[in-house]
């Protein structure tokens, strides 16, 4: 079949939702497209907040420095004062759409502290902050009635001389294969930890819209910054909120000091995740870890407000790790979390490419720079998914017909995903299976492109790369069905993981500096000399080309960064 | 001998005289000493709490504190009432400030609940209490040769986190007991802490009868010969409503006893004295293959 | 760890009929049914079909039911379940797709029929809408609902009454009947007092017992109920008639008569259908006592009930605030 729509998002969390609502106000004809189902997307493992300057007393301004100065300086300022100045705006429109935030005793908004804040700017549900927004978003989607294409694999962009037409997927539940045009397309498909093992992502998390939007020709940017979370469980590798440091919870190291003292004086706990992650990984380093870990101690807190604020984290400690963390510290350690990296868009999502549009967490705008804060990230998704539906739905009023040229460039793309796909189910079993080349590849990624890294270890995965991108094309698909073939996606989704762990691996061996949560220890230093540029990858098939651009840079110098 | 503080539950002392009848024999026979608390009132089954959730739990705290007054744990033969009462007792044994709360309705009686009254059901009681061996040395016809499933109903087993806070301890009793009487307890049955369709009759009737005929189509399915519940409420619809479920027309009846029954079967008490012929769906063949009947 | 697998297989491409297979696998100590089903699958049998994602009790797409229960294959630690063989099925009351894969479009659809989302009357403050703090901590257990489906899966209501809404979406309307900022609460409680409503429940527990995130589905259930009657929503129906019914029974008696509780619980016209039963009891002996046994003092219930009814407070509602000129 081919469908046709004027706006098609790719993804249903928050940001892609958002778009399509956005799209949706704007009068467009407008569809989502999502491999689940919207309300299982990634979004809501977001536990803290959102961050806005909405206390009195709080302004923009110190938002957008406190952000900048998070993202040590790579952060391009326009699009951070963006987010600043329209964050207040985008958590009133969630508290009336029905996200039922914390209060103070008065009634109005309450705000809890997050790292690398100067202001307790921070508005939260408990610790199901994404979930909550999640929930609340689904139920303007349906409100306003949105076209869904739901547990959808989109395979590939329909892409011709630079101009993007729609896109070819798979109805998973049926196994077959689909196209559908489109004016405009809104890449929200949200993160790529699986890329790294082990992760606090879900197992959704491939990064197949970066992946898919890079081999069609557009940039990507930053992504050889990669976050590394402070505070993941030992063992699976789960999150647990930086709301627990923001609540007052410990850092100790195995001597049962609060080590963070000696690497942010001030704000201790609460720096920048980078800080953070870099001081527990230097304590394990240097032999004062415990088991690999450091531990997070909440005891002093209290049941009462653990149980009220913490509950989701006491639950998966007390699950997943058996530790009660109302009566015992529990083991942490720095795991992967966040690409600051992504598709390049200006601040409206457009990408390099024409007729598509990223938002979210797939996106890289950059407002995240080097290193992204703490409840900046279901911000991001909010502010910059409505702003790329809007702007979608602006080019699919002004588009051209086109629609004649678009259906052929569709049924092309459809037959040959269908004969690509055929030739993958069709490929002989010789041993190699896609989830132990992911495997191999995960581990390695947070070995050489971890929090530290050198020219060495980079150079080393580099080839590792080369070893597994040739055992990639010769993993084979055991389940030979059509419905429902969860094989054959994880196949799809290795080879969108191996395009992005390459351009990983290159930008951190070209960055030769330490920056946000890029720690080179054979270049210890930030060097704003030659480094104060953004990476940019476009794919070519003799290997990714390098590009250079400046970063922006509006009100606030770049400075010596402490916490 | 562990004294009870006897709570029979309306049922039976009204829609299933028997249960209260066979209770009684049984008892008699056990040595078991009940102290009745005629001055208890209903605990609400549910209805009471949904209307009002506060005198739900007064009601039930009021039935604990004279049990408390007594000494003796609270002993009933009605799952539903016992799942109401450890609802109840969860609410109120643990947390001091709540409790003072419900004592306030209940100090013009010049009762006051502490705290201690522990809710036991009679099926626990026995396994507990009572102790399988004791049962069985009393068993003088066995129930051997038949297929009796056992069926919990909802009360007795659910919430886990209330009725039951070492569930898997009590897993299992009624198969336990079905067993020590001679009878092959029916592992297999799964209908056995379902739904028994009774809290559905008069809001909707057509899926309160589907769900008591699932309950006795999954019996069937695994060729038991009758069902014996802890639960007078079940029994109502798996025995009263029986002749109007969906397949009563094409299916073989299906006997449902009462725990004391049961028991009193095995351990030789006449079937006249058990209320056996109280019930809706004859019992006359089901005894005649226990080979009791005289 | 050794862990014996028996798994509900069930491919429709093959037409075949569902059956059971058994795998055997070694696995670490900490490992949950999630991470042992994903070794199956990488390792073992690819073919087989689950839906996972988060891995930590916040996606809910891996709902299954275990040892026959539904729950998250997530939060189910083989360690905790200590039975030699672990069977695994797809959820209940669902059409099966493949596998462990059930269709959830019947399960969307009821939720979308409720108007999941919040309807606020009135002017959009310029700022946040000023309510309580509790009434906001209040709906965070509500929220934490994550739709996985483990309780539609074991609804023993829906099991006969395919348009029973179901625990999700109850659990999902109560949470803007809750909310101060819903205006459209009467029209909700009305939807819930019709057909497939709060009234076709079962009180099985099924939902409260299952639920990976205690969001207590049941106990929402029964809240509405009580609204619907305080809220005047309903009267004849025959669940607010019980209500008044026990408790008009159990004010005067202390416990409860059968007999009358029904004729006073359903309306004239249904009484005909259960003469039939009454018959047949009476003719067993199983009719109640024509005088209903009287507990001693039963007038203490009466004034118990009395007495905790007065403390009854109505839900806080900004709308209602508004009409009535007073300020939060």
Redesign the interface.
């Known amino acids: 079949m081919i469908y046709k729509h004027g706006v098609l998002v790719v993804g249903a969390g928050l940001a892609g939702m958002r778009a399509a609502i956005e799209a949706h106000n704007q009068g467009v004809d407008v569809a989502i497209v999502s491999k689940v189902y919207p309300v299982r997307s990634h979004s809501n493992a977001a536990q803290g907040g959102i961050n806005a300057a909405l206390g009195e007393g709080d302004t923009w301004e110190s938002h957008g420095y406190d952000t900048v100065k998070g993202s040590d300086y790579l952060g391009d300022q326009d699009a951070i004062e963006i987010l600043a100045r329209e964050a207040p705006a985008a958590v009133l429109e969630l508290e009336h759409w029905g996200v039922n935030f914390s209060r103070d005793e008065a009634g109005h908004l309450g705000t809890r502290n997050f790292g690398g804040a100067s202001q307790a700017r921070t508005f939260f549900v408990a610790d199901i902050t994404g979930q909550a927004l999640l929930q609340v978003m689904f139920e303007q989607l349906v409100r306003v009635g949105v076209r869904m294409y739901n547990e959808w694999f989109v395979t590939s962009l329909i892409e011709d001389g630079g101009v993007v037409r729609g896109i070819v997927g798979m109805d998973i539940r049926s196994g077959q294969l689909h196209a559908i045009q489109a004016d405009a397309v809104v890449l929200a498909t949200g993160g790529m930890g699986r890329v790294f093992e082990p992760s606090t992502n879900a197992l959704i998390n491939t990064g197949d819209g970066m992946a898919i939007a890079y081999r069609a020709g557009a940039r990507l940017m930053d992504m050889e910054m990669m976050q590394y979370h402070p505070t993941t469980l030992k063992g699976s590798g789960a999150l647990l909120t930086e709301g627990a440091r923001g609540e007052g919870a410990y850092l100790l190291n195995s001597e049962g000091d609060r080590f963070m003292k000696t690497y942010a004086p001030n704000k201790l706990e609460l720096a920048s995740r980078d800080v953070v992650s870099r001081a527990e990984q230097t304590e394990i380093n240097e032999g004062r870890g415990i088991d690999n870990c450091v531990l997070l101690d909440c005891r002093h807190l209290g049941k009462d407000l653990i149980m009220r604020k913490l509950g989701q984290i006491h639950e998966l400690a007390l699950e997943l790790a058996g530790v009660d963390i109302v009566e015992r510290p529990v083991p942490v350690r720095p795991g992967f979390h966040y690409p600051m990296g992504g598709i390049k868009t200006d601040v409206d999502g457009k990408t390099t490419l024409e007729g598509l549009y990223a938002a979210g967490e797939c996106a890289c705008v950059s407002i995240h720079g080097g290193n992204r804060l703490g409840a900046n990230s279901l911000l991001d998704t909010v502010i910059f998914g409505r702003r790329a539906g809007a702007a979608a739905s602006a080019r699919s009023r002004t588009a051209g017909s086109g629609a004649a040229e678009g259906s052929r460039l569709a049924e092309v793309a459809l037959q040959q995903e269908t004969d690509r796909l055929r030739a993958l189910l069709d490929r002989p079993y010789v041993g190699e299976l896609a989830a132990k080349v992911r495997w191999d590849m995960g581990v390695n990624m947070v070995k050489y492109c971890g929090v530290f890294r050198d020219e060495a270890g980079l150079t080393e995965m580099g080839n590792l790369l080369h070893s597994l991108e040739d055992r990639a094309t010769r993993v084979h698909v055991g389940d030979k069905g059509r419905v429902f073939n969860t094989n054959l996606t994880s196949v799809l989704e290795l080879q969108f993981m191996l395009d992005l762990a390459r351009a990983v691996q290159l930008t951190a061996l070209t960055r030769t500096e330490s920056r946000g949560a890029h720690t080179r220890t054979d270049y210890p230093e930030r060097d704003d000399e030659h480094w104060l540029r953004h990476i940019q990858l476009q794919y070519a098939s003799e290997g990714p080309e390098i590009h250079y651009t400046p970063v922006t840079i509006t009100r606030w110098e770049p400075q010596v960064r402490s916490y | 001998m562990t004294t009870y503080a006897f709570y029979p539950g309306c049922v039976a002392k009204g829609g299933a005289p028997e249960l209260y009848q066979s209770m009684v024999a049984v008892g008699e026979k056990l040595g078991f000493s009940l102290s009745e608390l005629t001055g208890a009132a209903c605990t609400g089954a549910g209805v009471i709490s949904e209307r009002d959730p506060l005198a739900g739990d007064v009601v039930n705290t009021r039935t604990f504190a004279m049990a408390e007054q007594l000494g003796h744990p609270i002993m009933t033969i009605c799952s539903t009432c016992t799942g109401v009462m450890a609802q109840v007792a969860s609410r109120v044994n643990h947390d001091a400030d709540y409790r003072a709360e419900v004592n306030q309705y209940l100090s013009d009686e010049g009762l006051e609940y502490r705290g201690t009254t522990e809710v036991k059901h009679l099926l626990w009681a026995l396994v507990e209490d009572y102790g399988l061996d004791r049962l069985k040395d009393l068993v003088v016809r066995p129930l051997s040769g038949v297929r009796l499933a056992p069926f919990y109903g909802c009360y007795i087993v659910r919430p886990s986190k209330a009725v039951d806070p070492l569930t898997a301890g009590r897993e299992g009793y009624l198969e336990q007991v079905i067993a020590t009487l001679g009878a092959d307890p029916v592992e297999e049955y799964r209908g056995k802490d379902k739904c028994c369709g009774f809290p559905l009759l008069e809001t909707n009737r057509k899926s309160s009868l589907a769900l008591t005929g699932k309950r006795l189509d999954e019996a069937r399915d695994v060729s038991a010969d009758a069902l014996v519940t802890p639960c007078p409420l079940c029994h109502l619809n798996l025995d009263g409503q029986q002749p109007d479920t969906p397949t009563a027309s094409t299916q073989d009846s299906m006997p449902i006893l009462h725990l004391p029954q049961a028991i009193g079967l095995a351990i030789g008490i006449a079937p006249e004295r058990l209320g056996l012929a109280r019930h809706i769906i004859d019992t006359k063949g089901l005894i005649r293959k226990l080979a009791v009947a005289g | 760890m050794d862990v014996q697998l028996k798994v509900r297989r069930q491919?429709?491409?093959a037409e075949g009929e569902p059956y059971w297979k058994e795998y055997a696998l070694a696995v670490p100590d900490?490992f949950?049914l999630l991470d042992a089903l994903?070794q199956l699958?990488?390792?073992v049998?690819?073919?087989l079909?689950?839906?996972?994602?988060?891995?930590?009790?916040?996606?809910?797409?891996c709902g299954m039911r275990v040892n026959?229960h539904a729950n998250l294959a997530c939060?189910t630690?083989l360690s905790d379940l200590?039975t030699d063989t672990v069977t695994v099925e797809p959820m209940g009351n669902m059409p099966v797709?493949?596998?462990l894969?059930v269709d959830?479009e019947p399960f969307?659809k009821k939720l979308?029929s409720i108007?999941?989302?919040?309807q606020?009357a009135g002017e959009?403050?310029e700022?946040?809408?000023?309510?309580?703090?509790d009434s906001?901590?209040h709906?965070?257990g509500v929220?934490?609902?994550?739709?996985c489906g483990a309780c539609v899966s074991d609804c023993?209501?829906l099991?006969?009454?395919p348009l029973?809404i179901g625990p999700t979406a109850f659990a999902k309307e109560y949470r803007?009947v809750m909310?101060p900022?819903?205006a459209a609460d009467t029209q909700r409680l009305m939807q819930m007092n019709g057909p497939g409503g709060v009234?076709?429940c079962?009180?099985?527990?099924?939902c409260?017992?299952v639920c990976p995130k205690d969001v207590a589905p049941m106990d929402r259930i029964?809240a509405m109920?009580?609204m619907l009657?305080d809220d005047g929503v309903t009267e004849k129906?025959?669940?607010a008639?019980?209500?008044?019914a026990?408790?008009d029974l159990?004010g005067r008696y202390?416990?409860?008569?059968?007999?009358r509780y029904?004729m006073k619980?359903?309306s004239m016209g249904?009484l005909a259908?259960y003469a039939?039963?009454g018959l047949?009891?009476a003719m067993?002996?199983?009719?109640?006592?024509l005088v209903p046994?009287r507990?001693?003092?039963?007038a203490?219930?009466r004034?118990?009930?009395e007495?905790?009814?007065s403390?009854?407070r109505r839900r806080f509602k900004l709308h209602q605030q508004a009409q009535e000129g007073s300020r939060?």
Not at chain 3, 295 to 298: K, L, V, W, Y
């Open positions: 491919n429709p491409e900490h949950t994903i699958r990488e390792e049998d690819e073919t079909s689950l839906r996972c994602s988060c891995r930590s009790h916040i996606c809910g797409s026959g939060k630690k200590h797709i493949k596998d894969v959830l969307w979308y108007d999941p989302y919040l606020p959009v403050p700022r946040e809408y000023v309510v309580p703090a906001m901590l709906l965070d929220v934490n609902c994550i739709m023993e209501s099991s006969v009454n029973f803007f909310d900022r819903d009234w076709d079962t009180h099985c527990f099924q409260v017992e029964m109920r009580k009657v129906h025959n669940g008639r019980r209500q008044k026990f408790a159990v202390g416990r409860l008569d059968e007999s029904l619980s359903v249904e259908g039939k039963v047949r009891s067993r002996g199983k009719l109640p006592p046994h507990i001693p003092e039963a203490r219930i004034r118990i009930f007495r905790t009814r403390t009854h939060v």
